[in-house]
């Protein structure tokens, strides 16, 4: 399943969408929060610090691209993408489960850690091409994996795409492309450049979120 394909079903499934409902909730919640909690406190007592960047950093554009999701659902009445209600224990935002929503904590960090020891390598190097970069390589092959992740799950009733526009390549180009490019490259920027990433990030996120809190996800409770 490449793209969606509008039916009746997707368009239903998503309707009946309810954020934040406790219908679903079981103990997998804490589990996985405990799993979280273990990787991020292991990597700071090991001083990995930029691993732990490269896991903030793509998680705050992962959350920057649910928020614009759902304001998308608010304005047009349905997502690009969205999770059904039986998938998962608790629903954050039209597009983003409570399991979903923690892989992605993890996903910025695992990608750091695919990078060589090195991170100035370059692949593929030969006579007067000077190679592709470790960094360019990391992020678009993790990229891909993800888009085609996401094939699978469209196939499934866990996960829901409606737009017949939107599936597998708008989703590398657009979103998971960015995601690796936070991971990969904002760890390796200067002082100056991370406080600005994070500080922008973070309060462009809280803002949407307070807009959209009292306009959308309370009356939909």
Not at 14 to 21: L, P, Y
Not at 23 to 41: D, H, L, Q
Not at 182 to 195: G, Q
Request: proline share 4%; glycine share 6%.
């Amino acid at each position: 399943m490449l793209f969606g394909d509008g039916s009746e079903a997707a368009k239903q499934a998503v309707q009946s969408i309810k954020v934040w409902s406790l219908e679903n909730f079981n103990w997998t919640f804490i589990f996985i929060m405990a799993v979280v909690f273990y990787v991020y406190w292991s990597e700071w007592r090991k001083g990995n610090y930029k691993a732990l960047l490269a896991g903030a950093a793509l998680y705050c554009v992962h959350w920057f691209y649910e928020i614009i999701n759902a304001y998308i659902y608010y304005g047009s009445g349905y997502p690009l993408w969205a999770v059904s209600n039986a998938s998962t224990s608790f629903i954050l935002l039209v597009g983003v489960s409570w399991e979903l929503s923690m892989m992605f904590t993890l996903a910025g960090i695992i990608a750091w850690k695919m990078l060589p020891e090195d991170r100035t390598k370059r692949f593929l190097a030969r006579g007067n091409f000077k190679g592709i970069p470790c960094k360019l390589v990391t992020t678009i092959g993790m990229a891909l994996l993800f888009s085609v992740v996401e094939i699978f799950l469209a196939a499934t009733p866990a996960f829901i795409w409606v737009y017949k526009w939107w599936g597998a390549i708008p989703v590398f180009i657009t979103t998971y492309i960015p995601f690796f490019i936070a991971a990969i490259y904002v760890p390796d920027t200067s002082k100056k450049f991370k406080i600005i990433f994070f500080s922008v990030m973070c309060a462009v996120n809280l803002i949407l979120l307070a807009v959209m809190i009292p306009v959308y996800i309370v009356p939909s409770l």
